[in-house]
Nanobody
Framework: QVQLVESGGGLVQAGGSLRLSCAAS????????VAWYRQSPGKERELVAT???????NEADSVKGRFTYSRDNAKNTVYLQMNNLKPEDTAVYYC???????????????WGQGTQVTVSS
């Protein structure tokens, strides 16, 4: 059974940082593309970034220059480092994994439960 478990969310002041983790079990991140999404109340789910199994990334304009991505294959975990956070970054953040995900489209078979990020002004 494949599971993705996000962690690292919390409450932070504007300008602060958080690092989210997405730990995978039952599948390897080395054979999956991974994506980070977020959703705020009353808004549609937004694609934050995609990270291919080869390390290529694609991200939303709203997070460029503030968010970075990394992976630890030994820990089977993908990370989302969020810096200079803004109140508009407040959302539930989800990681997802699957055969492919890029700016051209995604097929994501596995989803985490989400972790709440709240940025106060």
């Amino acid at each position: 059974q494949v599971q993705l478990v996000e962690s690292g969310g919390g409450l932070v002041q504007a300008g602060g940082s958080l690092r989210l983790s997405c730990a995978a079990s039952g599948t390897s991140i080395t054979i999956n593309d991974v994506a980070w999404y977020r959703q705020s109340p009353g808004k549609e789910r937004e694609l934050v970034a995609t990270i291919s199994r080869y390390g290529a990334t694609n991200e939303a304009d709203s997070v460029k220059g503030r968010f970075t991505y990394s992976r630890d294959n030994a820990k089977n975990t993908v990370y989302l480092q969020m810096n200079n956070l803004k109140p508009e970054d407040t959302a539930v953040y989800y990681c997802a994994a699957g055969p492919y995900c890029s700016a051209y489209g995604c097929k994501l078979d596995y989803w985490g439960q989400g972790t709440q990020v709240t940025v106060s002004s």
